[in-house]
């Protein structure tokens, strides 16, 4: 069982960056692929960006592609999603979730195959 708590979160204005924290506990967290998501009021949960367990591997919604970075460290058994020149319609609970996996190289992109969620961290961005 893994618990996954976010941190990081807050009120920026656009062009801001802000970096969230998802620490890990209670399982062997280099076994997990990561993943951000992100649901804003009135919309669907949609994929921000994912990570391999050793983290040579990522993607990065188009949305996000060239403005967040997704990393990990996992002797301390943190992800990390830094996120640079934010806009207003980055404005969403931001979650972070693992999916255990039996290969280094490998995460899978659908939300469903995530076993471990956390509580969420709100981003908002003001334009």
């Known amino acids: 069982q893994v618990q996954l708590v976010e941190s990081g979160g807050g009120l920026v204005t656009a062009g801001d960056s802000l970096r969230l924290v998802c620490a890990a506990s209670g399982g062997t967290f280099s076994s997990y692929a990561m993943a951000w998501f992100r649901q804003a009021p009135g919309k669907e949960r949609e994929s921000v960006a994912f990570?391999?367990?050793?983290?040579?591997?990522?993607y990065y919604a188009e949305s996000v592609k060239g403005r967040f970075t997704i990393s990990r460290d996992n002797g301390k058994n943190t992800v990390y999603l830094q996120m640079n020149n934010l806009k207003p319609e980055d404005t969403a609970v931001y979650y972070c979730a693992a999916d255990r996996v039996s290969t280094e190289y490998y995460y899978n992109r659908d939300a469903g195959a995530y076993d471990y969620w956390g509580q969420g961290t709100q981003v908002t961005v003001s334009s």
């Open positions: 990570i391999s367990r050793n983290g040579g591997r990522t």
